[in-house]
């Protein structure tokens, strides 16, 4: 496959490593990444990808859709590109491209075996300037027959960007982030809706949380947690998901004096080890890295794992980080 200069945008799912009582924290310690090293594998068919959008049968697919506003019309075009990825690959699949506007900051989820992408930040160009737009709008791909088509419906909360995605059972759920509320006002949200492709949209109240942007939710199996974000400043405080009452219960929170810097920008990835999932969440450029063990709820601080100079994403139990062109698998030493 011939290299493209293109950037992509990712997002991916999570699991996590953490402590308790002192038998538990021995075991937390040897969280499943450890010393290791970066080994090249392959060649990205992207320069700068900016996060992995979904997993579905074993296969990772990435968007074109970039971490940064594209101007050029050409290379619009070519942000909408669209590829998968098998795990032992050494090469991508091009599949058919995004067919809704180029944009950053959106979200992804997949439900009965459709990808959806939707949200996000676009230019929008006008007579003698060039704003933004804050899209509402939804696309669901389908990875058997490789096709797009749009949700009916928009996004009832508003255009947004910096939201979150997560799957529980037959719903999907949307939520937080940032939005324009005037000229050039802008708000926090802190609200959330539930998705299912026969009944569509409707605001979930019991669901909110205190406005954030960035913010970040892992999971593992029917566990899933909001973490992260910003308002301002970074949120300490973790939340799990009570599918029965619609609603959040608190977690204990990431203290000031075991972490005393918080990530911004968080992205996050979910590792399958030793029949147990972690979630990992690191910031780029950076090296902060925490872990999360779902079975102890608790964060722990990931040294020497050196994640911030790679955009990762997993597969079961192997982890994968693109720099510029290159693929890169983590051989654990």
Not at 72 to 88: A, C, L, N, Q, T
Request: proline content about 5%.
């Amino acid at each position: 496959m011939k290299r493209k200069n293109k950037w992509v945008w990712m997002f991916a799912i999570a699991g996590i490593l953490c402590g308790g009582c002192e038998k538990e924290e021995e075991k937390v310690a040897e969280y499943p990444l450890g010393q290791g090293m970066w080994e090249h594998v392959g060649i990205f068919p992207l320069a700068y990808p900016d996060g992995v959008v979904e997993e579905v049968c074993d296969s990772m697919y990435f968007t074109g859709l970039r971490d940064m506003l594209v101007i050029e019309s050409d290379e619009e075009d070519e942000s909408r590109s669209w590829f998968s990825y098998k795990r032992g690959w050494s090469d991508f699949m091009e599949c058919a491209p995004f067919p809704g506007r180029s944009r950053k900051g959106a979200v992804a989820f997949s439900l009965f075996g459709r990808i959806y992408v939707g949200l996000g930040v676009a230019l929008d160009r006008k007579p003698f300037e060039i704003g933004t737009q804050y899209l509402s709008d939804f696309w669901w791909y389908d990875p058997w027959e490789d096709t797009w088509d749009s949700v009916p419906a928009p996004f009832p909360g508003g255009g947004r960007t910096g939201a979150v995605a997560f799957v529980a059972g037959e719903k999907a759920y949307v939520g937080t982030g940032y939005m324009p509320v005037g000229f050039a006002e802008y708000k926090y949200c802190g609200d959330f809706y539930e998705f299912s492709p026969t009944e569509g949209w409707r605001r979930v109240e019991s669901m909110d949380v205190n406005p954030r942007e960035n913010a970040a939710v892992i999971s593992s199996g029917e566990a899933h947690y909001l973490c992260f974000g910003t308002e301002l400043e970074a949120y300490r405080d973790c939340w799990r998901f009570v599918p029965e009452t619609l609603t959040w219960e608190r977690q204990e929170p990431l203290r000031p004096e075991e972490f005393p810097v918080m990530p911004e920008k968080v992205r996050t990835f979910t590792l399958h080890a030793d029949g147990r999932d972690y979630a990992y969440a690191y910031e780029m450029g950076t090296d902060l890295c925490f872990v999360f063990d779902f079975e102890m709820e608790r964060w722990q601080q990931a040294e020497g794992v050196g994640l911030g100079d790679y955009r990762c994403f997993a597969i079961g139990d192997r982890l994968y980080g693109s720099k510029e062109y290159n693929l890169y698998e983590y051989k654990r030493e």
